[in-house]
C-alpha cells in the first residue's frame, strides 16, 4: 500500500509520530501488549518492515498505543495487518507531512486513472491510508479535534474534487462539454457542489457520511453544441455518487446523501440556480436556514459556489431578531429539556451524538443563536461550532464560563464519538447497551474502568444540558410573542380570536367555546369552584403549550376529554401548574399522540410515573423492573388484586418509555427491547402467580415441568406499544403419572390447558384497570385446532413430520421467557433442532415465495404506509431473515437468533448476504422500526398521509432523520423498491 521509509530523518525534519505520541488505550484484564505485538509482528512477512516495526515499538508509547488499536478495533487492526508497511510509513513520519504526501499521491493516482473504477479504487486506497493516520494521531493525542476533524474533511473535500475533475474530463472527451480549460474543466463549469453540515464546517467525525447538494448554473455551463446542461450534469452528479459510495472488497469511499436538497421527492439530484433560489425564496424552511449556516461549495466551479451562497444570504439571515425559527427548530427540545427529573444521565446506550447533554445540543445551543443575532450581526455567521461559541461570546450571548463548559465539552464528547466510530468504521453515536461494552470503549479513550469513565462522561453532559435548558426557558413564550389571550369573555373578543388563529387553532371559537364550558360545569369534577379557579388560571398557558403540539385543535379536545374523565382534576391541574415542564409534554402528548392521550384520558395514574426525578434516565435493567414489580405485586390482598396491581404497573412502564420514544431519547431498537423486557417481566410474575394458583386448587402433576415461549415481535424483542403476545406452552410429566395430585385432580392435558387458559386470562382479561395485552395462541401446532398447551414430546414430532414451512418460519423467533428450572435448555435445543435440520434450499425458498405471494394476495401490497405488508416492507425483511436461517441454518448455526436485525448482521458477516443487499435490509428494518414505534404509540387505525396532523407528520420525519414528512415519504418508496430487490435477489422473485 505504500513504500517502506528506508532513509532515516535529517535534523530538520520533525519528529515521526511514535515519537510525538502522548496517550494510549488501556488494554483488557488478561490482555498483554507484548503478546500482542509479537503476534502482530510474526503476521508481517516483508522483513524489512517487521524489523522497523520491532524497533519502534519497543517505546512504551507507541507499543501501547498499537497494542490498544489491535485490541479494541477490528476496523483498524485489519488495516494495520494487511498494510504493516503503511503503519511503519505513518509511525516515522510527521503526521502533518504525512498528511500532505498522501494528498499528493492520492491526486496523482486519480489524474493517472482513466475510468470511474480507477478512481474509485485510489479514492478507497487514499481513505484507508488517511483513517489510520488520522486515529494514530487521535488516539495518542498528537493532533487537536480541529486538525483531526479538518484532515477527514479535506479527505472528502479531495475525494469530491477529484471525481469531479475526472468526471468534468470524461464529459469533454465525449463531447458533452467543452471548458475553456481542459486542464481545468471544473474551474468555470457552472457545476456546484456545496458541502453541508459537518463536512461543511470541516467537523468531519471519523466514520461520517457526507450530505451534499448539488446546483447548476445553466448560464455558465460550457456545454458542446446541441448539449442540454440539465441532463449532463444528473448523469454527472449520479455517477459521482456512485464513485464514492460503491462497495468493493476494500471497502468504500463515503456514504453519500443527497437529500437535503429542495424537495428531494420531485427533484433531480443536480438542480439549476434559478429554480434553487425561487424554490429559497418563496417556500425554504426555518431548517433549510439552519442548514446553510455551514454550506461550502467543495468542488466543481467554487467561484459559482460562493456567487450562489452569497445571493442565499438574505434567505439565511434575517434582518431581525428571529425567535421564531427556535420555536419552528427546536419545539420538541424545548418541552423535554424544561422538565424536571430530567437530570439523570444514562451512560450505558446513551447516545452521544443525539442524547441529552450530546454533541447536537451543543450545536443547536450554537446555530440557533447565530439565527436568532446572525441578521444584526455579521461577525456570528460562522461556520463551526468552537469559533461560533467564540462569537457568541464576544457579542455577549453566552457567559464565558458557559462558552468554556461547552467548548470541553464538545471537544471531549467528540473524541468519544471517534472512538465508537474507529471501532467498527460504523456511523455509530450511541454507547453499547452492556456495562461490559461501555468498558471496552472507556479503556479505548484511556480510561482505567467503566467508573472512571461514567464519571467523566456524566459531568460534561450535565452542563450542556442545563445550558441548553437555560437557554430555551429564557426565549419569550409564543403567546407573549403572537398576541394576548382574554379566554373569559362573551363574545370573544376579535383579538382573541386572531391570536388563537395565529398559535394554530383552525377553529377558535371552538376552541374559546370549550375553555368557557370548563368554566360553567355544573357537573362532573370541575362542578367544584377551585377546579374552576384552578383550569381558568391554567388555560392560557395550556393554549401557548398546545399551540406548538401539531395540532392544537385535537390536543383541545383531548385534554377536554381528560377533564371530563377526571373524577377529582384538582390535583393533577395543580401539578400541571406547577410544572410547566410537564404541561408542554402532556400537551406534545395531547397534539400529536392520540392512543397515549386515550390512555392518559383512561389512566390518569399514569402522570404520577412522569414526576419520578428518574423519569428520563436510564431504561429499566430486567432485574430493576423485577424488583419494582415485585413489590408492586407483594401488597396485594387477593388474586384480583395481583390482576389489577399488575395492569397498573405495566401502564405506567409502557406510558413512560412511549413517551421516551416520543420525545426522542430512546431509539427504536431500545424501544422495542424494553417494551419486550417489561412484557416478558410482567409475564414471569403471572405465570408464577397463576401457577401457585392453579396447583393451590389442582394439585400439581407429578414431575411437571412447562415452559412459556415467547414467538413473534416479543420473541424478536421487537414490539411496539401496540404490540399483541404470541406465545405457546409446552410441558412435560413423567410418563407414569395422567393426573394432578390436589384436592381436584384434573388429567394431564386438561391441567396444562387449564394453566394456559388462566395465564391467558391473567394477561388480557378486562379487570376494572384494564386490559395488559391481547394473547394470540395460533402459532401452536396446529393452530386454532389443537390443544392450547403441547407436550414437548408432541412438539417435536409435530415440528419433524407435520409442521409447514411458515411453521418453522414462526419458529425462528421462538425464545424460552419463563420455565419451570432446568426445562429452558432442554425447550431451546429442540428449536435449534428444528432449525438446523437439512432442507431442501429450492422447495424452501419457494414455499416462502408462495406465502410472501398469499399475503400480498390477502393483504394488499400497494400502501406505501402499510410498512409491514408493502411491497418492500417489513414482512420482506423478516421473512428474508428467516429464509436464512431456515436455508442456511444446518451450516451456519451461529446466525441463528429471534431478532431479525441480529440474524442479518450475522448472515452478512457469514457472507450468505452480499454487503450492498445487507447494507439494504439492514437500513431499511432500522428505518421500518423506527417509523411503526411512533405509528403505534400515536394511532390506533392505520395512517392516512393525506388526513395525518402535522404533529405527526412531523414526528415521523424526526423518527426517519429527514428534514421534513416529504423527503420521508420519498425516501420511503425508494427503500422499499430496494428492499423488494433485496428479497427478490436472495428469496426469490414473486
Known sequence: MTRVPRLPPDDSTPPGLAARLKAAPVLPKGESAAKRIAAFLDGVEDAAVREGLASLLKAPKARALVAGILVHSPFLAGIATHHPAHLLALLTEDPDACFARLKAEAVAACRKA????????????????????????????????????????????????????????????????????????????????????????????????????????????????????????????????????????????????????????????????????????????????????????????????????????????????????????????????????????????????????????????????????????????????????????????????????????????????????????????????????????????????????????????????????????????LAEVKGTLDLASEPPKATTLASLKDLGFTDPPAAIATVLGWQNAKSGGLRAREARERVAELAPALIDALSRSGDADLGLRAFDRLLSRHSQPIELLAILRTHPGLLELISQILGSAPRLADLLGRRAHVLDALLEPAFFGELPSDAALAARLAATLGDAADAEDVLDRARIFGQEQLFLTSVRVLAGTVSAEAAGQAFARLAEQLIKALYDAVTGWIASAHGTVPGMRTAVVAMGKLGGREMTAGSDLDLILLYDHDLNETASDGPRPLSGSHYFSRLTQRLVSALSAPTSEGVLYDVDLRLRP????????????????????????????????????????????????????????????????ADIVDMRRAIAEDKGEDDRWDLKYVRGGLIDIEFVAQALQLVHGARHPEILDPNTMRVLDRATAAGLVKPAEGDVLRNACRLYQRLTQILRLCLVEGFDKNKASPGLKRLLARAGELPDFATLDAHLAEVQKQVRKAFEAIVGEI
Not at 426555518?286 to 450562489?308: H, L, M, Q, V, Y
Not at 453515536?429 to 461494552?437: A, F, V
Not at 429452558?824 to 438446523?836: D, G, S, Y
Request: with cysteine.
Open 782 to 845: 396446529s393452530g386454532r385446532s389443537g390443544p392450547v398447551a403441547t407436550h414437548l414430546a408432541g412438539f417435536r414430532a409435530y415440528q419433524a413430520k407435520e409442521a409447514w414451512t411458515w411453521e418453522h418460519m414462526a419458529l425462528t423467533r421462538a425464545r424460552v421467557i419463563a420455565a419451570s428450572p432446568g426445562f429452558e435448555p432442554e425447550v431451546t435445543e429442540t428449536i435449534r433442532k428444528v432449525l438446523t435440520a437439512k432442507r431442501p434450499a429450492k422447495a424452501t425458498l
Open 114 to 477: 482513466r475510468s470511474d473504477e480507477g478512481v474509485g479504487r485510489a479514492l478507497r486506497r487514499f481513505r484507508a491510508e488517511v483513517a489510520l493516520l488520522v486515529a494514530l494521531a487521535d488516539i495518542g493525542d498528537v493532533w487537536p479535534l480541529e486538525t483531526v476533524t479538518r484532515a477527514l474533511t479535506e479527505t472528502a473535500d479531495l475525494a469530491v474534487a477529484e471525481a469531479v475533475v475526472h468526471l468534468m474530463s470524461d464529459f469533454a472527451e465525449a463531447g458533452t462539454l467543452a471548458p475553456p480549460d481542459l486542464k481545468r474543466p471544473e474551474a468555470a463549469s457552472g457545476y456546484i457542489v456545496l458541502a453541508m453540515g459537518k463536512h461543511g464546517a470541516f467537523e468531519l467525525n471519523y466514520s461520517s457520511d457526507i450530505d451534499l447538494i448539488v446546483f447548476f448554473d445553466p448560464d455558465k455551463a460550457p456545454m458542446a453544441p446541441g448539449k442540454d446542461a440539465q441532463p449532463a450534469y444528473v448523469r454527472l452528479t449520479q455517477r459521482l455518487v456512485k464513485i464514492l459510495q460503491e462497495r468493493t472488497a476494500d471497502g468504500y469511499v463515503f456514504r453519500t446523501d443527497l437529500r437535503l436538497r429542495p424537495d428531494p421527492g420531485a427533484t433531480a439530484v443536480a438542480i439549476s440556480v434559478p429554480a434553487a433560489l425561487h424554490y429559497y425564496e418563496t417556500i425554504g424552511q426555518t431548517w433549510e436556514r439552519s442548514a446553510f449556516i455551514k454550506a461550502r461549495p467543495c468542488a466543481g466551479d467554487i467561484a459559482a459556489g460562493e456567487a450562489f451562497l452569497q445571493e442565499m444570504q438574505p434567505f439565511i439571515w434575517r434582518k431581525y431578531l428571529d425567535y421564531t425559527a427556535v420555536a419552528d427548530v427546536h419545539a420538541m427540545k424545548r418541552q423535554i429539556h424544561a422538565f424536571r427529573g430530567h437530570d439523570a444521565v444514562a451512560v450505558e446506550g446513551h447516545n452521544i451524538k443525539l442524547g441529552r447533554g450530546g454533541i447536537r445540543e451543543i450545536e443547536f445551543f450554537v446555530q440557533t443563536q447565530q439565527l436568532i443575532a446572525g441578521g444584526r450581526n455579521p461577525s456570528l455567521r460562522v461556520r463551526d461550532t468552537i469559533t461560533g461559541l467564540e462569537r457568541l461570546r464576544e457579542a455577549g450571548w453566552v457567559a464565558p464560563e458557559t462558552r468554556l463548559a461547552l467548548e470541553q465539552a464538545y471537544r471531549y464528547l467528540r473524541r468519544v464519538e471517534h472512538r465508537l466510530q474507529m471501532v467498527a468504521d460504523e456511523q455509530t453515536h450511541s454507547l453499547p447497551e452492556s456495562t461490559e461494552g461501555v468498558t471496552r470503549i472507556a479503556q479505548f479513550l484511556g480510561y482505567r474502568d467503566h467508573a472512571a469513565f461514567a464519571e467523566a462522561l456524566t459531568a460534561e453532559l450535565r452542563p450542556v444540558e442545563a445550558a441548553y435548558a437555560k437557554l430555551f426557558e429564557t426565549l419569550p413564550p
